[in-house]
């Protein structure tokens, strides 16, 4: 696999972004930053959480035969509620929760041909993955239901609050492994395809300052992960961000897989 990520933090006192990769995946998640002065009922708080899901999610895509992307996401949200112990209320509406993105060569059994294969992605809340296909397409996905909420922007805590892992509302990682299966989720049209990960600091490029997934992705691959987060804060500076933060935290990760091999012996 070949890879490169860069992660810039934004405005807070810490950056809540992480990526993993492995061999055979790669993935970012997105803490969800809490209101100064929010009680969450957690005592670990955001950045504890993405500390612990993207580990369990990691360690869950590594096994030696890992099950389906929305059953290793169950997982490590299962695993991480019972690491909050005693003390801690995982069910409190507002307790820590994240975004996340992860991507993996489709899995092939062992009399599959040898070659590259197409790409699955798994997609919770306003985290993307940006597909560049073997024939040249660039397609973006991601799970945009936070942006169509009851009424429109800007939104109530309490709306946010009561349309939070609920049918009609959005789904995050959190405390509630049922939200993984309501993931978008899908594969690649082509095998082969190369791949990046994004945060929604960084998404920006798009979603808010309106530039084409295309040049996007050329921008990323003429000049790495490195470059597209300066040119994600040189908008910001120079046509502000009519959102929340002016300064996100800001993650990409790139890559491609290596074909499957053909056996030896």
């Known amino acids: 696999m070949r890879i490169s990520f860069a992660s810039d ?27 100064p002065g929010l009680d969450t009922g957690c005592r670990h708080g955001v950045s504890w959480l993405v500390d612990r899901l993207s580990g369990t999610l990691a360690g869950e895509l590594s096994a030696e035969e890992p099950a389906p992307l ?30 996340v993105a992860v991507v993996r060569p489709e899995p092939a059994g062992p009399d599959a041909p040898p070659g590259p294969r197409r790409l699955e992605y798994l997609v919770l809340a306003d985290c993307t993955v940006v597909l560049a296909e073997a024939d040249g397409e660039v397609a973006a996905i991601t799970d945009d239901r936070v942006e169509h909420l009851p009424g429109g922007r800007p939104y109530s805590a309490e709306l946010v609050r009561t349309h939070r892992n609920a049918e009609g509302g959005f789904w995050v990682a959190g405390a ?8 978008v989720t899908g594969v690649s049209r082509t095998a082969g395809a190369h791949f990046a990960l994004m945060t929604d600091g960084c998404a920006r490029l ?6 084409p997934w295309p040049r996007i992705w050329r921008s990323l ?11 994600v804060r040189a908008e910001e500076e120079r046509r502000g961000a009519s959102v929340a933060k002016r300064h996100d935290d800001a993650t990409v990760v790139a890559g491609a897989f290596a074909p499957r091999a053909r056996p030896t012996g």
Do not use: K, M
């Open 176 to 183: 509630l492994p049922e939200a993984a299966y309501r993931a």
């Open 70 to 99: 929305t059953d290793c996401l169950a997982a490590a949200v299962e695993s991480t509620r019972r690491a909050h112990g005693a003390g801690c209320d995982p069910d409190h509406p507002d307790s820590p929760s994240a975004t």
């Open 206 to 211: 798009a979603g808010l300052f309106g530039h």
């Open 221 to 231: 691959e003429s000049g790495g992960p490195d470059s597209l987060l300066a040119w």
């Open 9 to 35: 933090q934004g405005q807070g006192r810490a950056n809540e972004d992480r990526v993993c990769a492995g061999d055979a995946w790669a993935l970012v998640i997105d803490g969800a930053t809490a209101v």
